[in-house]
């Protein structure tokens, strides 16, 4: 099977813009999760959507949003972006049915000027 | 919430040694506590993981231990090899229908040659 896929894997923004990335999960997974990686906090769970719905969500202010088509498909979007939003977005999905093990996609590396 | 601290943030060792690394959790709710492997520009790799219901996992060289009561939890590996230089983390929370990690802030291990 093919891993998770992101798209895009870099992307360069100014302040105040707002970004849309992409997440495929692996073929059969339902739950797809995303988080925020930086060299400062590490890795910060954003939220996770299961079957369209969003079943979960960390500390993260309303700019960030997301959602989850009917294939599985995810993304997440940023609106009026701030310096402090560089950072390694990483999504994961696992197959759900009482299985936890996640796996990563290789992440989109976003830099904000 | 969830409060995950892992240590020591920087490990090395000589190959061959033994590495532990060790975290503690708050929530005494969560219930799946797995542990990641990322390599430099690499995403983060699943390596074991433990449920609240098992005390101890053993896989190959890698193994886990957890301690409910005292809420805290260790990877352990042995006969290190340069190979297993990178940058681990540990997770705690919730897993199935609720499922959230809070991630500890990482530890680089070192295996020095």
């Known amino acids: 099977k093919a891993g998770v896929t992101q798209t895009p894997r870099y992307l360069i923004k100014t302040r105040g813009q707002q970004v849309t990335l992409s997440c495929s999960p692996i073929s059969g997974h339902r739950s797809v999760s995303w988080y925020q990686q930086t060299p400062g906090q590490g890795l910060q769970f954003l939220f996770e959507y299961f079957s369209e719905t969003q079943r979960n969500k960390g500390n993260f202010p309303g700019r960030f949003s997301g959602r989850q088509f009917s294939n599985s498909r995810s993304e997440m979007n940023v609106s009026t972006l701030e310096l402090g939003d560089s950072a390694l977005y990483l999504c994961?999905?696992?197959?759900?049915?009482?299985?936890?093990?996640?796996?990563f996609g290789p992440g989109t590396r976003l830099t904000v000027t | 919430g969830e409060n995950v601290e892992q240590h020591p943030s920087t490990l090395s060792v000589q190959e061959g040694d033994s590495a532990v690394i060790k975290c503690t959790y708050s929530?005494?709710?969560?219930?799946?506590f797995p542990w990641y492997k990322q390599e430099l520009g690499k995403r983060p790799q699943l390596i074991i993981d433990i449920r609240s219901n098992v005390g101890e996992k053993k896989d190959q060289r890698i193994a886990v231990t957890l301690n409910k009561t005292a809420k805290h939890f260790s990877l352990h590996i042995t006969e290190t090899q340069p190979e297993d230089s990178a940058v681990y983390f540990c997770a705690g929370g919730r897993g199935g229908s609720n499922y959230k990690l809070t991630f500890g802030k990482g530890t680089l291990l070192t295996v020095n040659p």
């Open positions: 994961a999905s696992r197959p759900t049915g009482g299985i936890d093990e996640q796996y």
């Open positions: 929530d005494s709710a969560s219930n799946y």
